[in-house]
């Protein structure tokens, strides 16, 4: 099992261009989630959803979006990406509310 | 002031040494979990517990729901050990409540 995967590691981008973040898992979890980890910051959660078809807000959803269309994928999508976007972006999944599983990062820079 | 407390925010020690990090909340929960995080890296789950005490290896986590705490011991520690440890919490009040964070604390562990 790869256990989440996202994509891309990295990427810069120049503000107000708009990217999409993949994110896939392979664990039959229900349960996604995308958080955002700025230095000296708890992770924070930016949306989540609870099964294919179903997305609910986090505490920072302003300038994202996202969709889930399938149990596996759960992509972030930036819209005018601004400096305030510039964090590091963890897609985690879960059976429930059970343990966590989190992909390995994607680092984001706009400059 | 925050719901998830972390201390100490930096810790260094000594291979071999017995360590304890400390997590203090504020608010009622359903579980907490410990999280690791290497520089650079992925996040990965180390314990969920909502009561008494579990151990994987040489990690011990314990939790004290009467107190709002809970404590992740490391014996023997390795220099691999190095790494942020972050503690989160879920609080109680039905299946889409959302962790919350601590901002993780740095243990460095010298050869």
């Known amino acids: 099992n790869a256990g989440v995967t996202q994509t891309p590691k990295f990427r810069i981008l120049k503000i107000g261009q708009s990217m999409t973040l993949q994110c896939t898992q392979d664990m039959n979890h229900n349960y996604m989630y995308w958080y955002r980890q700025d230095p000296g910051m708890g992770l924070k959660l930016i949306y989540y959803?609870?099964?294919?078809?179903?997305?609910d807000k986090g505490e920072v959803p302003n300038g994202y979006n996202v969709s889930r269309s399938t149990t596996e994928d759960f992509p972030l999508r930036l819209e005018l990406a601004a400096p305030s976007q510039t964090s590091v972006y963890f897609c985690a999944s879960s059976f429930g509310v059970a343990e966590l599983f989190f992909g390995e990062g994607s680092r984001l820079t706009v400059l | 002031k925050n719901e998830v407390e972390q201390s100490p925010q930096n810790l260094t020690a000594q291979e071999g040494e017995f360590i304890t990090i400390n997590c203090s909340y504020s608010?009622?929960?359903?579980?907490l979990h410990w999280l690791q995080q290497h520089p650079g890296g992925g996040i990965v789950s180390l314990f969920m517990?909502?009561?008494g005490k579990k151990k994987h290896g040489r990690l011990i986590a314990t939790i004290n729901i009467q107190e709002k705490h809970s404590s992740l011991h490391i014996t023997a520690s390795h220099p691999r050990d190095s790494a942020v440890y972050i503690c989160a919490v879920r609080r109680s009040g039905g299946a889409n409540s959302k962790l919350t964070f601590g901002k993780g604390i740095t243990l460095s562990v010298r050869p």
């Open positions: 959803s609870v099964g294919a078809g179903i997305t």
């Open positions: 517990l909502s009561s």
């Open positions: 608010v009622g929960i359903s579980a």
